[in-house]
């Protein structure tokens, strides 16, 4: 996979990922700031003789726009359905009969023609195989252009053999569908609505020894469509009617994600929000359920039109000082705790970045002088030795946490969190002073105080 990434300025970045559905397929991650998106159009998963699969990162977009054209279909085996194609056009050749396969110019002609190239050549077979003129040109010029975005099958051939020059596949004029004998014919385009493919088809409809096989999905109303749903009295634009005798096939060769998919590619990029697109509401309903059930992530289906607004949580990205983690990831082997791990969050004055810092580094950053505070605290106790005077200094720690001091001359009152300097002066007299930080818990403090007269303890 080839990863390119475009800056459209500092905050606009646009980021393509190989699509896998036809030659030059693209999705697209777009992020603006801290927010993105994921448009994924048309894509394939499944990796096929002429293009690879779709490939994307890990990016968790706030939201996934997917397409679901076939949301409720799981397919079978590739190879089952290949040896499948192969059988029925060669039954209906070896009996006399004419194929046609309509598609559209790029993807499943391509595919198709690769695998009745290789059957043709392994069974030595004469009959021709025709695609719609023109189409044949341009489509295997730009596949030659673009080899490296091929299958990695063809791009390690592509030097002894272009697997897209064709010695079977001929382009295909007008007249010939008039000729007598067996033949196939890939045309243009792929539902049967209009073009040569439908002009073909009114042509050998009638016929019982012929066969159509449709390969990929048609949109409802069209002729393909109707041919899949079963009708065999098609009522043309010109207020005729044609009965249609020939064999018709359906068999799915579509170079769209079935359901299964859809969802891998869902799980494969972690959204926070999915949004389902180019599909039918009821299937798009069925996908929807399945989503959320299986990977808890909200799904809307907007119907055309229909405007739909998705709350977002930004990330902010916050540097850490150097200083600030030196002694925390020092002292402590397991997750820091928040009550023993306090820094300042600060914001540039462009707003260009956002640090967490240790207190001192902040003055610094703002260029102020640290002005040092001490005053006593007088805590009454009772008498009754060190122990019951320790337990009375813990209980004051632990239910206050904080001491607020109030200031006449201040106009704000100051939080001394922070360091505690305790001068022990006798069993029943004790003096303690408060340094601008942060109170820690008292432990082992029966021995500090056995061995020393005056500590400092911190968290």
Same mark, same amino acid.
């Given at each position: 996979?080839?990863? @390119?990434?475009?800056?459209?300025?500092?905050?606009?970045?646009?980021?393509?990922?190989? #699509?896998? +559905?036809?030659?030059?397929?693209?999705?697209?991650?777009?992020?603006?700031?801290?927010?993105?998106?994921?448009?994924?159009?048309?894509? =394939?998963?499944?990796?096929?003789? +002429?293009?690879?699969? #779709? /490939?994307?990162?890990?990016?968790?977009?706030?939201?996934?726009?997917?397409?679901?054209?076939?949301?409720?279909?799981?397919?079978?085996?590739?190879? #089952?359905?290949?040896?499948?194609?192969?059988? %029925?056009?060669?039954?209906?050749?070896? =009996?006399?009969?004419?194929?046609?396969?309509?598609?559209? #110019?790029?993807?499943?002609?391509?595919?198709?023609?690769?695998?009745?190239?290789?059957?043709? /050549? !392994?069974?030595?077979?004469?009959?021709?195989?025709?695609?719609?003129?023109?189409?044949?040109?341009?489509?295997?010029?730009?596949? %030659?252009?673009?080899?490296?975005?091929?299958?990695?099958?063809?791009?390690?051939? $592509?030097?002894? !053999?272009?697997?897209?020059?064709?010695?079977?596949?001929?382009?295909?004029?007008?007249?010939?569908?008039?000729?007598?004998?067996?033949?196939?014919?890939?045309?243009?385009?792929?539902?049967?609505?209009?073009?040569?493919?439908?002009?073909?088809?009114?042509?050998?409809?009638?016929?019982?020894?012929?066969?159509?096989?449709?390969?990929?999905?048609?949109?409802?109303?069209?002729?393909? *469509?109707?041919? &899949?749903?079963?009708?065999?009295?098609?009522?043309?634009?010109?207020?005729?009617?044609?009965?249609?005798?020939?064999?018709?096939?359906?068999?799915?060769?579509?170079?769209?994600?079935?359901?299964?998919?859809?969802?891998?590619? &869902?799980?494969?990029?972690?959204?926070?929000?999915?949004? $389902?697109?180019?599909?039918?509401?009821?299937?798009?309903?069925?996908?929807?359920? %399945?989503?959320?059930?299986?990977?808890? &992530?909200?799904?809307?289906?907007?119907?055309?039109?229909?405007?739909?607004?998705?709350?977002?949580?930004?990330?902010?990205?916050?540097?850490?000082?150097?200083?600030?983690?030196?002694?925390?990831?020092? =002292? $402590?082997?397991?997750?820091?705790?928040?009550?023993?791990?306090?820094?300042?969050?600060?914001?540039?004055?462009? @707003?260009?970045?956002?640090? @967490?810092?240790?207190?001192?580094?902040? @003055?610094? !950053?703002?260029?102020?002088?640290?002005?040092?505070?001490?005053?006593?605290? /007088?805590?009454?106790?009772?008498?009754?030795? &060190?122990? *019951?005077?320790?337990?009375?200094?813990?209980?004051?720690?632990?239910? !206050?946490?904080?001491?607020?001091?109030?200031?006449?001359?201040?106009?704000?009152?100051?939080?001394?969190?922070?360091?505690?300097?305790?001068?022990?002066?006798?069993?029943?007299?004790?003096?303690?002073? $408060?340094?601008?930080?942060?109170?820690?818990?008292?432990?082992?403090?029966?021995?500090?105080?056995?061995?020393?007269?005056?500590?400092?303890?911190?968290?």
């Amino acid at each position: 996979m080839y990863v @390119l990434l475009f800056y459209v300025d500092n905050e606009l970045r646009i980021k393509p990922y190989y #699509a896998g +559905h036809v030659l030059g397929a693209a999705m697209f991650e777009v992020r603006v700031g801290h927010e993105s998106i994921v448009y994924t159009g048309d894509f =394939n998963m499944t990796p096929d003789r +002429h293009l690879g699969p #779709a /490939e994307i990162d890990r990016c968790r977009p706030d939201v996934l726009i997917s397409e679901s054209t076939y949301a409720t279909t799981i397919r079978d085996s590739k190879r #089952a359905r290949e040896r499948d194609f192969l059988k %029925k056009v060669h039954d209906c050749i070896n =009996n006399g009969g004419k194929v046609l396969i309509p598609v559209f #110019a790029l993807g499943r002609a391509q595919e198709l023609c690769i695998l009745l190239e290789s059957y043709w /050549e !392994r069974m030595n077979l004469s009959i021709p195989i025709y695609v719609s003129k023109g189409m044949a040109e341009k489509a295997v010029d730009y596949y %030659k252009l673009f080899v490296t975005w091929t299958s990695e099958k063809i791009k390690k051939t $592509f030097v002894k !053999r272009n697997m897209f020059d064709f010695k079977h596949v001929l382009p295909f004029d007008d007249s010939f569908a008039d000729n007598p004998g067996p033949m196939v014919v890939f045309a243009t385009p792929g539902m049967l609505h209009s073009g040569q493919s439908l002009k073909i088809f009114k042509k050998w409809a009638t016929n019982e020894k012929n066969m159509v096989i449709m390969p990929g999905y048609c949109v409802q109303g069209t002729v393909g *469509s109707k041919l &899949i749903a079963g009708i065999r009295k098609l009522d043309l634009e010109n207020g005729t009617t044609l009965d249609v005798k020939l064999s018709v096939e359906y068999m799915s060769f579509s170079a769209h994600a079935d359901s299964k998919g859809i969802v891998q590619l &869902i799980r494969n990029c972690d959204p926070r929000h999915v949004l $389902f697109v180019h599909g039918e509401e009821s299937k798009m309903e069925f996908l929807k359920q %399945k989503v959320e059930r299986m990977l808890s &992530i909200p799904v809307l289906k907007p119907r055309n039109g229909q405007n739909v607004a998705v709350n977002t949580i930004p990330s902010i990205v916050i540097e850490t000082s150097q200083e600030l983690l030196k002694n925390p990831l020092s =002292n $402590f082997t397991h997750p820091l705790d928040p009550d023993k791990f306090q820094a300042t969050l600060f914001v540039d004055r462009n @707003l260009k970045s956002i640090e @967490l810092l240790r207190s001192d580094e902040v @003055l610094k !950053r703002m260029e102020w002088q640290p002005h040092p505070v001490e005053f006593i605290v /007088e805590v009454g106790v009772c008498a009754g030795g &060190i122990n *019951s005077l320790l337990e009375q200094i813990q209980k004051e720690l632990v239910e !206050r946490g904080r001491f607020r001091c109030n200031f006449k001359s201040g106009s704000t009152d100051l939080i001394i969190d922070n360091e505690v300097i305790l001068s022990v002066y006798s069993e029943k007299q004790l003096r303690m002073v $408060f340094q601008r930080g942060r109170i820690g818990m008292i432990t082992n403090i029966m021995k500090i105080l056995k061995d020393c007269t005056t500590f400092n303890f911190f968290s």
